[in-house]
């Protein structure tokens, strides 16, 4: 079974541009979550998505946002985009993700440089 | 609100030597656990999860970990350690419920270096 794939892996934007990346999850899993991470504030959870619907927001501001398609496949999206938002972004899919202990399968990330 | 302390940010061990990797939680319910490794450039991987069953999980490439939960600890253990476990490894904690769906709490993380 093929694992989450995340398009494209590197990307380099200037200050107020946008960015989408996209995520595909695991054939079968429904729930699609989203981190960032950084050298100073580490892995924070960003928002989930599951059967097209935003399920559960971080603390993030209103530039991030995202989507969920009927594949299940995901994208998020960032605009205005600030040097802080240089980091790497990792999306996971789970099979349903409300039972305890539901797992996460993380896909290798999309490393975002922002100049 | 839940937390997770990793009170080391860096171990180093000599290989074939034990590891410990120490994570103290805090949590309002019976939380799931986690461990995760990532190696430098690749995404994170689960090393085992605890959910309530045994209290102590055993985990790929031999890592296992104990529910203590008077002490609120999950401390990662390998009884000895190869050059390939060279890597950042995270303690992480969810709930259940409809306001914690899809959301893992990360530790800060511990740099596991193996020295030969």
């Known amino acids: 079974k093929a694992g989450v794939t995340q398009t494209p892996r590197y990307l380099i934007k200037t200050r107020g541009q946008q960015v989408t990346l996209s995520c595909s999850p695991i054939?079968?899993?429904?729930?699609v979550s989203w981190y960032q991470q950084t050298p100073g504030q580490g892995l924070q959870f960003l928002f989930e998505?599951?059967?097209?619907?935003?399920?559960n927001k971080g603390n993030f501001p209103g530039r991030f946002s995202g989507r969920q398609f009927s594949n299940s496949r995901s994208e998020m999206n960032v605009s205005t985009l600030e040097l802080g938002d240089s980091a790497l972004y990792l999306c996971?899919?789970?099979?349903?993700?409300?039972?305890?202990?539901?797992?996460?399968?993380f896909g290798p990330g999309t490393r975002l440089t922002v100049l | 609100a839940q937390s997770v302390t990793q009170l080391d940010s860096h171990v180093s061990v000599s290989e074939g030597t034990p590891v410990l990797l120490r994570c103290n939680y805090s949590?309002?319910?019976?939380?799931?656990l986690f461990w995760y490794v990532q190696h430098p450039n690749k995404g994170l991987q689960l090393l085992l999860k605890?959910?309530?069953?045994?209290?102590l999980v055993k985990g790929i490439n031999g890592f296992e970990a104990e529910f203590k939960k008077s002490e609120t600890s999950f401390h990662l253990t390998k009884p000895s350690a190869h050059m390939s476990d060279a890597a950042e490894y995270f303690c992480?904690?969810?709930?259940?419920?409809?306001?914690?769906?899809?959301?893992?709490?990360f530790g800060q993380g511990t740099t596991l270096q193996v020295k030969p």
């Open positions: 605890y959910t309530s069953a045994a209290t």
């Open positions: 998505y599951f059967s097209e619907t935003q399920r």
């Open positions: 054939s079968g899993h429904r729930s």
């Open positions: 992480v904690v969810s709930e259940s419920g409809s306001g914690n769906t899809g959301k893992l709490i």
């Open positions: 996971a899919s789970s099979l349903a993700s409300t039972t305890r202990g539901d797992e996460q399968f």
């Open positions: 949590s309002s319910y019976s939380p799931s």
